[in-house]
Each structure stands twice: as structure tokens, then as C-alpha cells.
């Protein structure tokens, strides 16, 4: 099946029955006999689907696993409370004291600050890559066990190459995580290309509606034993009530996605006739470093931007006096979205930028009303 049929069929239960899997709610699973007990603990240690005990998941999540096993194409899912928590899912389970990680030097704040003060401090050392590495060798350490990357990065877009980094981790046999937050499963699937594990903050466009926290790690091969192990003895896990949310907006991913694309792409586009602009930050735009290879490797871009402004120009003012775009920390729901960039944000250029930055999330709001939003803010600047 097409990938947009699968969405509106994961999970279907036998008919007749609720169209979409109900929120079942549980902490202890009952037994008749002890031969039962014992082979349901058995079973679970290698098959995610067996209801066993709440902590490892009741049926609500376990379809919603086993569908994003399936969008990423993957072996296995394993699902967390938030994004955050999925990252550090994603590194602790291969990593010790005495152990080396390599990090793209555009990865996610939040990670970066999980792997300078929680890894660091339990013995792993960290070294950080240019976001255009495809060799590591250079990088390399006879400790290294893994390598994060993210791409596109969160603030300015960074696209990595990531078939040909792959190729290069694995020929020094180390494992590949990738921050696929902003593709989300739909637009790019980072193990396809290479990577051993994806993970996704399923509180942006996974659940779409700005109301429901999950994470998510997605792995094949090798990395799923160690991954399976380290989820069940953290007690990682997901509440009924967010799978269920989530796993509701996973049936219009793919519409909303492409609502989102249009709508971000039209306005970089936008923004890049504005004179008050220096820059606009979007892989859909052919000027933007890593357009081709986004173009190879993804089948879109999502709702977000990053505009520069020229020096001077009262880029929080701008943002103020806006009505349909709200100021918020997150993204990847219906909503749009304006929020400065923090200062440490993006590495395309530093050396040139002289203004403030950003982040737009492009929401599902017809286009001709945030262009009227946005000009109107202009106006007002420009005295008009």
C-alpha cells in the first residue's frame, strides 16, 4: 500500500469496531495460570507487542510503535515521554565511561546540553563535526561508539549528507543516530539512507495539534537489542492517553505536511523580496546550502523558516505587532508560529550576520492571511 493509506489504516482493529484503537488503560495484566505469566515475560523480551505490564506499554501504544517502526522503516519502536527524553534514549544505552561520541556542531540545544552536562559528567567524552562531514576519519578515536547528527538542524537548516556519512561511520563501525524532528517520517527517513537509529519528537507534527508530549526512537540491526534493553530497565515509557492523541494525528500527517510545505516555502519566498531581509534560511530554497542533497534525499520541507534581518531593524517589534503568528517555543502544530532564535543559533555565515533572527513555523492558515499579517507588520515599520 501507499504510504498515505497506511496512515488511515494503522492500528485498524477487527471489524465491526472503533475505526481508531480506543485508550486502554493499565497497570497490572491478569493471569489465569503461572505457564501464561511465564511466557508472556519471556515473549516480551523480543516482541514490543506483548501486553505484559503498563510500563511496558499497554495495546494504545503499542500500535502507535508499531506504526512509526513502519513510517521510518524501521525494526522496532520505542516510545518516551518527550522529545528530549527520546534523545537521551537514543545515546545512553551505547555509551559508558571511557566512551567517545561524535555530535554535529548544529545538533538540537537541548541535546547539546544533555551531552555536556549528563554524559560528559558519567565518563563520556565529546567532540562535535562540521555540519558538512562526510568523512570522519579525522574524527575518529579507537573509543568512538556513536555519532549524532541532525539534519535539517533546527534553527538555520543544515543539511548533511547523510548516505555518505553513513557509509563512512559504518566502515569504522560505529552506529548513526539522526534527529529526524523536522522530517518526522514522512518527509525523510534517515534509515533508509544509512542511519541506524531516528529519532523524532512526536510533540511537533506526529501529534499536530499542540496538546499531546511524545518521543520516539526508531532502530534496525544492532541497535535495537541494546535499545529494548535500556528502555524497559529506565521504565521509559508512554501514557494511554498521548499514544492515542498521537496515534489520531498520525492519519493526517501526510495532508497537514504538505499544508505546512506550501505555506513555509511561500513564504521564504516571500520574505526574500522584503529590503528589511539579509537572509532567509529554508532547504526548499535553491540558494541554501544542502539544497541539492535535500532535494535527493527528502520528498519536502515542512512549515519552518528562519529569517535574518538587516542590523537595526526591530525584529522583536515586528514580531509584536503580529496577530495570527503567536510566540511560542515549539512547532509542528496547526498553529503558526514566531520566535527569536537564540544566540548561538545556526552556523551558516556567522561571520556576516549582523541582525536578529527568526523562526517562523508556518502554520495550516491560509496563505494569503499570514502575507497579510506579515506585510501589515512591515507597513507599520516602514511608517506607513
Not at 263 to 279: I, R, T, Y
Request: charged content about 20%.
Amino acid at each position: 500500500m501507499k504510504r498515505e493509506t497506511k496512515l488511515a489504516h494503522y492500528g485498524r482493529m477487527a471489524t465491526p469496531g472503533p475505526a481508531n484503537p480506543p485508550i486502554v488503560k493499565a497497570s497490572t495484566i491478569l493471569h489465569d495460570t503461572v505457564a501464561s505469566y511465564k511466557a508472556t515475560k519471556a515473549a516480551r523480551e523480543t516482541d514490543d507487542a506483548v501486553l505484559s505490564y503498563g510500563r511496558r506499554g499497554t495495546t494504545t501504544a503499542h500500535q502507535l510503535a508499531a506504526a512509526l517502526a513502519d513510517l521510518e522503516g524501521g525494526e522496532a519502536c520505542f516510545l518516551f515521554p518527550t522529545g528530549v527524553a527520546a534523545v537521551a534514549g537514543a545515546l545512553t544505552p551505547y555509551l559508558g565511561a571511557g566512551d567517545h561520541l561524535l555530535v554535529v556542531d548544529t545538533i538540537f540545544p537541548a541535546t547539546r546540553s544533555y551531552c555536556e552536562k549528563s554524559l560528559k559528567r558519567n565518563g563520556v567524552t565529546v567532540d562535535y563535526i562540521p555540519w558538512d562531514t562526510t568523512d570522519l576519519t579525522p574524527y575518529v578515536k579507537p573509543e568512538t561508539k556513536l555519532v549524532m547528527v541532525e539534519s535539517p538542524a533546527s534553527q538555520t537548516y543544515e543539511v548533511m549528507d547523510l548516505p555518505a556519512l553513513c557509509a563512512s561511520a559504518h566502515a569504522h563501525d560505529l552506529l548513526v543516530a539522526a534527529d529526524n524532528t523536522y522530517g518526522s517520517g514522512w518527509l525523510y527517513r534517515p534509515l533508509e539512507l544509512g542511519c541506524d537509529l531516528s529519532v523524532v519528537a512526536g510533540t511537533k507534527y506526529i501529534g499536530g495539534h499542540a496538546d499531546a508530549m511524545m518521543g520516539a526512537v526508531i532502530a534496525k540491526g544492532r541497535a535495537v537489542g541494546p535499545l529494548r534493553a535500556h528502555t524497559a530497565m529506565s521504565g521509559q515509557t508512554l501514557g494511554p492517553d498521548e499514544a492515542y492523541a498521537c496515534l489520531r494525528g498520525l492519519r493526517t500527517l501526510g495532508l497537514r505536511l504538505e499544508r505546512h510545505g506550501e505555506n513555509g516555502l511561500a513564504l521564504a519566498q516571500w520574505f526574500l523580496d522584503q529590503p528589511e531581509v539579509a537572509k532567509v534560511h529554508h532547504p526548499g530554497l535553491p540558494g541554501h546550502p544542502g539544497h541539492a542533497v535535500w532535494q535527493r534525499d527528502a520528498s519536502g520541507s515542512n512549515g519552518l523558516l528562519t529569517v535574518e534581518f538587516k542590523a537595526g531593524f526591530d525584529a522583536e517589534g515586528f514580531v509584536d505587532r503580529l496577530a495570527l503568528f503567536s510566540i511560542g517555543s515549539s512547532w509542528g502544530g496547526f498553529e503558526s508560529l514566531a520566535m527569536p532564535s537564540s544566540p548561538d543559533a545556526g552556523r551558516l555565515f556567522p561571520e556576516s550576520r549582523a541582525g536578529a533572527m527568526i523562526r517562523f513555523h508556518a502554520g495550516l492558515e491560509h496563505i494569503d492571511d499570514l502575507v497579510a499579517d506579515l506585510a501589515a507588520s512591515f507597513d507599520t515599520a516602514r511608517g506607513r
